[in-house]
């Protein structure tokens, strides 16, 4: 059941009819679905729906967790007193879900990569009144880009937001798949002690070939990172180059993408979701992987099939899989992903979706969103490199593989 908050300038009622001293809900059933409305009355007044994680009691216990409907970006303040209506939700699956309810009168639209709300090409005709759509963090792949295009909806993302936290994220993925270090801790936490059982299957990331599939802005701080490591090489591929100043000669660029997965010991997923990639890591193209090799996914979990990747591991094909992202987030409790392991029982790094949401991040992307936000209500253009779509058209490089309105060409894809 969804529980219903109504925030206005004079009083804050629950369905319970308690009146409350702060917009927090306590003592809920963490299980439930919430909704929390923070209006006022106002003649320019915007409809904003966001569609964010529930964060229950450590939401409460920790402010910072900006991300989640609780704390709701740290805008509901703001908005309210400027006037604004604010709905916020983490009920978002179905046609009888809150989110569905909303959009179709909202004028901005919040998402998160962390919990997102899925905005098909069918909702986006039902948005009337849909201008905006902000992602609050990076990765705007839930939103029907094409369909926004064709309603002149405005598409923005906090860019950069997230750089630091998945890139950091990715190489300790990468360490604790070489090192094997999951069922290690596993055996401490069993009160087991087995040191043959984990060493047979741990080693060294030095002297190891480790490649990146796209080398933006988070590919490319995960290969200066594995600079300290020592590694035999440090590949990457990308269907652009890098700028000139970017350029080092550790850093090699593999032409084809086969080839570069045949050397790789390691491979780590750093390119954008998009018509191209979905589904890019199929049976075919694993099999081109080194045998034994680890793959990390911090990208997007559409980008590896799901079943591929089991079948790999279970064959010894892949050695290990891990990151945090799944092809359906929150993912369901009989996902493959969540038990699967290579032939020696191990090799399973994988997280729920939050490389891109430490404290940090939410700092980041929390701020990024208001400004977009504020930006929009005052008229004002957004920051270049935050636009995905705007005016019908692509804006960014990322989805730069997307047919663009003015010239009808298509570059190439990865």
Not at 46 to 64: C, M, S, T
Not at 164 to 189: D, G, K, W, Y
């Amino acid at each position: 059941m969804s529980t219903f908050l109504r925030l206005s300038s004079t009083t804050r009622l629950i369905s319970t009819h308690r009146t409350l001293t702060s917009p927090r809900l306590v003592n809920q059933n963490i299980n439930s679905a919430r909704t929390l409305n923070f209006s006022t009355t106002s003649s320019n007044m915007v409809k904003v729906l966001a569609v964010l994680y529930k964060g229950g009691q450590a939401a409460q216990e920790e402010p910072r967790l900006l991300g989640t409907i609780e704390n709701s970006l740290g805008i509901s303040d703001w908005l309210k007193k400027e006037g604004h209506e604010f709905i916020v939700t983490d009920d978002k699956e179905g046609p009888n879900s809150e989110f569905q309810k909303h959009i179709a009168d909202a004028e901005i639209l919040v998402t998160t990569p962390f919990h997102p709300g899925y905005l098909t090409a069918d909702l986006i005709e039902k948005a009337k009144n849909l201008k905006l759509c902000v992602t609050a963090g990076v990765g705007s792949d839930h939103i029907d880009l094409n369909a926004a295009n064709k309603k002149n909806i405005t598409v923005a993302e906090v860019s950069g937001s997230n750089v630091v936290s998945v890139a950091e994220h990715v190489v300790m993925s990468i360490l604790l798949l070489v090192r094997n270090f999951v069922p290690a801790h596993e055996q401490i936490i069993a009160d087991d002690w087995n040191v043959a059982q984990i060493a047979r299957n741990a080693y060294d990331l030095e002297g190891k070939v480790v490649g990146t599939v796209g080398c933006g802005r988070i590919g490319y701080r995960v290969l200066e990172r594995l600079q300290g490591f020592n590694c035999k090489e440090l590949l990457w591929f990308d269907y652009t180059d890098l700028p000139e100043d970017k350029k080092k000669a550790e850093f090699k660029r593999v032409e084809k993408l086969e080839d570069m997965l045949a050397k790789c010991d390691v491979v780590t997923i750093n390119c954008p979701l998009h018509e191209k990639t979905k589904g890019l890591f199929n049976d075919e193209l694993i099999s081109k992987m080194k045998k034994g090799a680890w793959l990390v996914n911090t990208a997007r979990g559409a980008i590896c099939d799901r079943n591929a990747v089991k079948k790999a591991l279970e064959s010894g094909h892949l050695n290990g899989y891990a990151g945090d992202v799944w092809d359906v987030q929150p993912s369901p409790k009989n996902h493959p992903w969540r038990h699967a392991f290579n032939t020696l029982g191990g090799g399973n790094g994988m997280v729920p979706h939050y490389s891109g949401t430490t404290l940090d991040a939410q700092a980041r992307y929390a701020n990024g969103a208001k400004d977009i936000i504020q930006r929009y209500l005052a008229g004002k253009e957004q920051e270049p490199a935050n636009l995905i779509v705007i005016d019908g058209d692509y804006a960014s490089k990322a989805y730069g593989q997307r047919e663009k309105k003015a010239t009808g060409q298509k570059p190439a894809g990865p």
